[in-house]
């Protein structure tokens, strides 16, 4: 058996920004709450960590126990704070969760010392990850759910009424599209949607969302895609 | 190789039993042996519509905990020889079906039947899901109405992900899409949704349409599948969708609306 009982190793996770313009509890509360609902179960238990880069230094202080507290309310995982103000370093410490510095967040090169005169060889192992899209050769009936992880999602079939699929990349649905549509997931604000017959329940992207009233007036029952352009879905025939 | 094939809908008292009697009775009419098991355990539905209730004695259950064997429980129809039901238990739920006692069942019916006719409870629960698991064929029965085919687009990602079929990767279930209690006239007003919206929405081949006929509920009120009464346009529906299933193509009767006659305009009869 092993001696050694753990390993160091590095990693990358992937977690939502909340980026934290102002705080005031009654507001911040009302907007996650509407936020949250716009898909449960997607933001269910997901970690997060707060960002105060683009905090506004006016904005007064924050309570930030009852912050994280109401994050927790709503299921959510705050896991640390970043792009912290020295002023509020020690307030956030209270909390118990960390504070990441920029430097952590941000590749630098500045404690590689080179040697002069020692020829460094670096051999890069390149690891290419190859995420072939998720294919779906039947339909995609009401109750049923597909997600493609960490790409794209193809559909060969009709997606039903009553039927979901995601992805963390884009959507193409070659066929009717009645059900709920969800692009880019995981926060890719460029990924889009593509169907060739557009019927949706309800299409989002990256979290913004429209329902069929508001599809219904823009493009129905015919090939469209739908893409995100400065928080604004466009909806168009293709 | 006996044929199983489920009649399943999710919706209830869509007309799965019905169903379940006509084409089982139609199969046996053209001289395949079937067997009609009735799976909703609770409910016994079957033996009436098959006009055998007073014939039962043991059931499903009783052979599935080896109460009774296959032959003791099996009911062989007094119209036709190739034709037998299988009861369901009345006083049990449906907790009493397990999947290996269903599977001893079915292999045994395979012995000696041609096609096995699985009349499915409403519902996605166990009981329907016990139904369809085994099954080769799916005979989806709908409504012309939209939770109708709402239910009905569900149970088709059941029979998709949950059959026996589709766990163990081989060919999926063949779906066969029967309408039920179709008026066309209703539907040239716009009050029902027509063929062609339920085909364009469940996209699955359609193997029957029935018209809503008064020969239906006389049928069942006196034990004898509508398929028997052939001059009933119900019964020749049922009889035309047998046939598709056999492989036959047939042409579609009872889509249009009759046309009212000219005395029955001059009378301002409906």
Not at chain 1, 121 to 146: D, F, H, N
Not at chain 2, 143 to 153: A, F, M, W
Request: glycine share 8%; aromatic share 6%.
């Amino acid at each position: 058996m092993s001696e050694s009982c753990f390993q160091l190793k590095g990693s990358v996770v992937t977690t939502f920004i909340l980026e934290l313009y102002q705080y005031s509890r009654e507001n911040f509360t009302q907007q996650l709450k509407i936020k949250i609902q716009q898909a449960p179960e997607f933001f269910h238990q997901s970690p997060v960590v707060i960002s105060l880069e683009k905090f506004e230094s006016d904005a007064g202080d924050i309570d930030f126990s009852e912050l994280v507290g109401l994050c927790r309310q709503f299921e959510l995982q705050p896991m640390a704070f970043k792009s912290v103000d020295e002023r509020f370093v020690s307030a956030i410490k209270s909390t118990g969760l960390a504070v990441l510095s920029d430097a952590a967040s941000r590749a630098t090169a500045k404690d590689v010392e080179i040697e002069p005169g020692v020829a460094v060889e670096t051999v890069v192992a390149e690891k290419i990850i190859s995420s072939t899209s998720k294919i779906i050769t039947r339909p995609v009936r009401s109750g049923q759910q597909v997600y493609a992880e960490g790409s794209d999602l193809i559909i060969l079939a009709q997606v039903s009424e009553g039927a979901e699929v995601l992805a963390d990349g884009n959507i193409h649905i070659y066929g009717n599209l009645r059900g709920r549509a969800l692009a880019g997931v995981k926060g890719d604000a460029g990924a889009r949607v593509f169907c060739k017959n557009m019927e949706a329940e309800l299409i989002s992207i990256a979290g913004n969302f429209m329902l069929s009233d508001a599809l219904r007036k823009l493009v129905w029952k015919q090939a469209a895609q739908v893409y995100l352009d400065e928080q604004t879905l466009h909806v168009e025939a293709v | 190789m006996a044929e199983i094939i489920v009649v399943t809908s999710g919706k209830g008292g869509v007309g799965k039993t019905t169903t379940s009697a006509a084409i089982g009775s139609g199969l046996a009419i053209r001289g395949h042996k079937t067997v009609i098991i009735d799976f909703d355990v609770g409910l016994r539905n079957l033996d009436l519509i098959m006009g055998c209730e007073r014939r039962v004695v043991y059931d499903f259950v009783n052979v599935l905990n080896k109460e009774a064997n296959l032959n003791q429980a099996l009911i062989k129809d007094k119209r036709n020889d190739n034709l037998f039901i299988l009861p369901a238990s009345q006083t049990r739920d449906k907790d009493a079906l397990t999947q290996e006692g269903v599977q001893t069942i079915l292999n045994e019916l395979a012995e000696t039947f041609e096609y096995i006719i699985c009349d499915s409870p409403a519902g996605i629960e166990k009981g329907a899901q016990m139904a369809l698991y085994y099954a080769d064929r799916a005979i989806v029965v709908t409504n012309p109405e939209v939770s109708s085919v709402r239910d009905s687009d569900r149970i088709l990602g059941i029979l998709q992900s949950k059959s026996l079929r589709a766990e163990t990767n081989a060919e999926p279930v063949k779906e066969h899409l029967l309408l039920t209690r179709y008026n066309p006239q209703r539907v040239e007003d716009g009050e029902m949704l027509s063929v062609a919206d339920v085909v364009d929405i469940l996209a699955i081949p359609l193997v029957g349409v029935i018209p809503e006929s008064e020969a239906v509920l006389k049928a069942s009120n006196q034990g004898e599948p509508v398929i028997f009464d052939g001059t009933s346009d119900a019964g020749q529906a049922y009889s035309d969708a047998v046939s598709r299933l056999l492989g036959e193509e047939v042409d579609f009767r009872f889509l249009e609306a009759e046309k009212k006659g000219f005395l029955k305009r001059l009378l301002g009869a409906k």
